[in-house]
């Protein structure tokens, strides 16, 4: 489960977020 958790948050492109991970894009907003 923790595998597909961390899958979930890092690894996973989604097109409402301009095609980042969820943290690659709270990442950019940060910067």
């Not at 095609?19 to 690659?24: S, T």
């Amino acid at each position: 489960m923790e595998k597909y958790i961390w899958f979930y948050n890092h690894e996973r492109f989604q097109k409402k977020l301009n095609q980042c991970a969820p943290v690659e894009y709270r990442n950019t907003l940060a910067a």
